[in-house]
C-alpha cells in the first residue's frame, strides 16, 4: 500500500491526475446539481431545444443527480484538459488556393478523446486503489456518453464557470477543454464552485452565426452549427445551411470569441496527438471519396462517428457557400 504521507487522499489524486496530464482536477459531492440548473435543463428539454437530441430526455433523474447514476455514490472527480487555442497556420487555410476548403472544428483535429480520457481516469481509478490497498470498492468512469451534467459538475468541482456560450470556461484556459468524470464511492474533499466571470461580456452570443445564442440565456441546439453537422442526421434546412459558411464538422464561432480563450496558452503538449493536416479539407474531393477513404481518413477521429454520408451532406453545403461568397 502506497504511502499518503501528510497529503490528504482528495490532494493525492488531485496531484496524479495532473502527474497524468490533465490541465485541472477538481471534487464535488455526487448530490444533486441543484434545483435551480435542473429547473432550466427541464425548462430547456420542455421547448425543445435538445432538438433531434432524444438521449437529452432519457435518464433525466441520473443526469441531474450522480448518486442516481451509480449506487452508492458521495463523490465525483472532475477533469478537464485543454485542447487549444490552436493557432491557424495561413498556410494550411486555403488562402491561397484556388479550390474550396471545408473546416473541421478543432477539438476534432485530436484523436478521439474519449478513448484518451477515459484510459486516463482508469490509470487514477488504478491509482487509487494502490493507496487504498484495494478497498476503492466501487467507481464509474464517465466521458460524454453517461447521463450526467458534466458541466455543471464541473463549475461546482471549481474547474470554471458556465459561460453564455453554455460551455465550461476556465479563466486560465478559456473554453476549449475536453471535461470527464469519475463517480466514485469514496467520501472525498469537496472544492468551491467557481464563480461566473463573463457578467457585461456578450462576445460569443454575438459571434453565433446562426442566433442560437441569445442574451435572455437560451441556447436552441436546432440552429447550432455545431448540432447540425454532427448531430442532427437529415436533410439540413436551408435557410440555416446558408449561414454554416465553410464549417464541414462543428464550429468554434462561440468559444474563440471568448476573451479567457483567446488569452489562453497553446495546449501543452500531451499523447493525444493533433492531426493539423485535417483542418482544411478540399470538398471536391470529399464528394468523390468512397467509404473505404472515409474510414482510413478519420479511423482515430471523433468524425468518424458521423458516416461519409453526412459528411458529404456538409460537403456539399459547404461547396455550396463557397461558390456565393
Given at each position: 500500500?502506497?504511502?499518503?504521507?501528510?497529503?490528504?487522499?482528495?490532494?493525492?489524486i488531485k496531484?496524479?491526475?495532473?502527474?497524468?496530464?490533465?490541465?485541472?482536477?477538481?471534487?464535488?459531492?455526487?448530490?444533486p446539481?441543484?434545483?435551480?440548473?435542473?429547473?432550466?435543463?427541464q425548462?430547456?428539454?420542455?421547448?425543445?431545444?435538445?432538438?433531434?437530441?432524444?438521449?437529452?430526455?432519457?435518464?433525466?433523474?441520473?443526469?441531474?443527480?450522480p448518486?442516481?447514476?451509480?449506487?452508492?455514490?458521495?463523490?465525483?472527480?472532475?477533469?478537464?484538459?485543454?485542447?487549444?487555442?490552436?493557432?491557424?497556420?495561413?498556410?494550411?487555410?486555403?488562402?491561397?488556393?484556388?479550390?474550396?476548403?471545408?473546416?473541421?472544428a478543432?477539438?476534432?483535429?485530436?484523436?478521439?478523446?474519449?478513448?484518451f480520457?477515459?484510459?486516463?481516469?482508469?490509470?487514477?481509478?488504478?491509482y487509487?486503489?494502490?493507496?487504498?490497498?484495494?478497498?476503492?470498492?466501487?467507481?464509474?468512469?464517465?466521458?460524454?456518453?453517461?447521463p450526467?451534467?458534466?458541466?455543471?459538475?464541473?463549475?461546482?468541482?471549481?474547474?470554471?464557470?458556465?459561460?453564455?456560450?453554455?460551455?465550461?470556461?476556465?479563466?486560465?484556459?478559456?473554453?476549449?477543454?475536453?471535461?470527464?468524470?469519475?463517480?466514485?464511492?469514496?467520501?472525498?474533499?469537496?472544492?468551491?464552485?467557481?464563480?461566473?466571470?463573463?457578467?457585461?461580456?456578450?462576445?460569443?452570443?454575438?459571434?453565433?452565426?446562426?442566433?442560437?445564442?441569445?442574451?435572455d440565456?437560451?441556447?436552441?441546439?436546432?440552429?447550432?452549427i455545431?448540432?447540425?453537422?454532427?448531430?442532427?442526421?437529415?436533410?439540413?434546412?436551408?435557410?440555416?445551411?446558408?449561414?454554416?459558411g465553410?464549417?464541414?464538422?462543428?464550429?468554434?464561432?462561440?468559444s474563440?470569441?471568448?476573451?479567457?480563450?483567446?488569452?489562453?496558452?497553446?495546449?501543452?503538449?500531451?499523447?493525444l496527438?493533433?492531426?493539423?493536416?485535417?483542418?482544411?479539407?478540399?470538398?471536391?474531393?470529399?464528394?468523390?471519396?468512397?467509404?473505404?477513404?472515409?474510414?482510413?481518413?478519420?479511423?482515430?477521429?471523433?468524425?468518424?462517428?458521423?458516416?461519409?454520408?453526412?459528411?458529404?451532406?456538409?460537403?456539399?453545403?459547404?461547396?455550396?457557400?463557397?461558390?456565393?461568397?
Open positions: 500500500m502506497l504511502e499518503l504521507a501528510t497529503m490528504s487522499l482528495s490532494d493525492s496531484t496524479r491526475a495532473l502527474e497524468l496530464g490533465f490541465d485541472l482536477v477538481g471534487i464535488t459531492k455526487a448530490e446539481i441543484g434545483a435551480d440548473a435542473a429547473a432550466h435543463l425548462r430547456w428539454l420542455d421547448a425543445g431545444h435538445a432538438a433531434g437530441m432524444e438521449y437529452m430526455h432519457r435518464n433525466l433523474a441520473k443526469r441531474v443527480n448518486a442516481a447514476l451509480m449506487e452508492g455514490a458521495r463523490s465525483v472527480i472532475c477533469t478537464a484538459i485543454a485542447y487549444g487555442p490552436i493557432p491557424d497556420d495561413k498556410q494550411t487555410t486555403g488562402q491561397t488556393s484556388s479550390e474550396s476548403l471545408g473546416r473541421i478543432d477539438f476534432a483535429l485530436y484523436d478521439d478523446y474519449h478513448v480520457m477515459k484510459n486516463k481516469l482508469r490509470a487514477i481509478a488504478d487509487i486503489g494502490e493507496l487504498l490497498d484495494d478497498r476503492h470498492r466501487k467507481f464509474r468512469i464517465c466521458v460524454d456518453s453517461a450526467l451534467a458534466e458541466r455543471s459538475l464541473a463549475r461546482r468541482a471549481g474547474l470554471g464557470f458556465i459561460g453564455k456560450n453554455h460551455m465550461l470556461t476556465n479563466t486560465r484556459l478559456g473554453s476549449q477543454i475536453f471535461l470527464a468524470q469519475i463517480v466514485t464511492d469514496l467520501t472525498l474533499e469537496a472544492d468551491t464552485p467557481a464563480e461566473t466571470a463573463c457578467e457585461g461580456c456578450d462576445k460569443c452570443i454575438r459571434a453565433c452565426p446562426t442566433g442560437a445564442l441569445s442574451s440565456g437560451d441556447f436552441d441546439s436546432a440552429k447550432c455545431s448540432y447540425l453537422t454532427i448531430e442532427h442526421k437529415g436533410a439540413i434546412d436551408v435557410n440555416l445551411a446558408g449561414r454554416i465553410n464549417r464541414l464538422f462543428g464550429c468554434d464561432e462561440c474563440l470569441a471568448c476573451p479567457y480563450t483567446q488569452n489562453a496558452p497553446a495546449a501543452k503538449d500531451t499523447e496527438r493533433f492531426h493539423p493536416e485535417r483542418r482544411w479539407m478540399k470538398l471536391a474531393e470529399i464528394l468523390e471519396w468512397r467509404p473505404e477513404q472515409f474510414e482510413t481518413c478519420f479511423a482515430d477521429s471523433t468524425v468518424k462517428r458521423l458516416g461519409l454520408e453526412r459528411f458529404k451532406r456538409n460537403a456539399k453545403i459547404c461547396l455550396q457557400n463557397c461558390r456565393y461568397t
